[in-house]
């Protein structure tokens, strides 16, 4: 698979939208960014005008894209693309550290202790992948 060269990005000129909107970018005037005219989105120029970020107040991690002459293609950090991966990691874990804890303890107050443990492990397991599945 060959490498495909970033193209810089023009603020002078528009480029389609990489929402798939079938809208176009337009540069909004005194700043480096660009909007859309169809899903008024607004996106910034990042790292060396190569990429572009998708500013969305909601959401926690930005979406990238970078131009190649023709098109955007998505340009996710790795470690945002591998959430589902890194959920089912930690739930093995969490299953692999309570597992053990639950089987030594047998008095009423220690496996009840043991459990809320368990649980709390698989609280935060849940929540990371879905923080990073947004």
């Known amino acids: 698979m060959r490498l495909r060269k970033n193209t810089p990005i ?9 929402c798939r909107r ?3 970018l337009k540069p909004i005037i005194l700043t480096e960014a660009m909007g859309c005219d169809k899903c008024q989105q ?9 990429y572009i970020e998708q500013l969305n107040p909601t959401y926690p991690y930005k979406k990238r ?5 023709k098109r955007w293609i998505s340009a996710q950090k790795p470690w945002q693309e591998s959430y589902f991966l890194l959920g089912i990691v930690c739930f093995f874990f969490s299953v692999l550290v309570a597992t053990p804890l639950l089987i030594t303890l047998t008095g ?5 202790s043991g459990m809320m443990v368990g649980l709390i492990f698989l609280s935060v397991c849940f929540s990371l992948w879905f923080v990073y599945s947004r």
């Open 10 to 18: 023009d603020l002078n000129c528009e480029y389609p939208c990489p």
């Open 22 to 24: 079938k809208g176009r």
């Open 42 to 50: 607004i996106f910034v120029l990042a790292e060396n005008k190569e």
């Open 65 to 69: 894209w970078r131009w190649l002459g």
């Open 108 to 112: 009423g107050f220690n496996l009840i």
